[in-house]
């Protein structure tokens, strides 16, 4: 995913602030983040930081260098940290 999509998905489930987090909704904003990028990965269509990178590197053709597309199934990690300060 992309940073942009990433910051937008995090900005909206903490809209309440972060006094009104827990760790529950932590866990729920990592399965939220990890469902949305297996859904751009089996995109075939999706514009994705992979097909991207991969495009720059691969000896493909010019149509797959010049509009990467697709994403990795296999490489989702998604780590939701929650800080609180103890008083």
Same mark, same amino acid.
């Given at each position: *995913?992309?940073?942009?999509?990433?910051?937008? *998905?995090?900005?909206?489930?903490?809209?309440?602030?972060?006094?009104?987090?827990?760790?529950?909704?932590?866990?729920?904003?990592?399965?939220?983040?990890?469902?949305?990028?297996?859904?751009?990965? /089996?995109?075939?269509?999706?514009?994705?930081?992979?097909?991207?990178?991969?495009?720059?590197?691969?000896?493909?053709?010019?149509?797959?260098?010049?509009?990467?597309?697709?994403? /990795? *199934?296999?490489?989702?990690?998604?780590?939701?940290?929650?800080?609180?300060?103890?008083?």
């Amino acid at each position: *995913m992309w940073d942009e999509q990433l910051v937008a *998905m995090v900005s909206r489930q903490v809209a309440g602030g972060p006094s009104a987090y827990s760790v529950p909704q932590a866990a729920q904003l990592a399965q939220l983040l990890a469902n949305q990028a297996f859904q751009n990965a /089996k995109d075939p269509n999706i514009r994705s930081p992979w097909a991207v990178e991969s495009a720059q590197v691969s000896a493909g053709n010019w149509f797959s260098r010049m509009f990467p597309r697709g994403g /990795k *199934m296999d490489d989702i990690a998604v780590a939701v940290g929650l800080v609180q300060q103890v008083l």
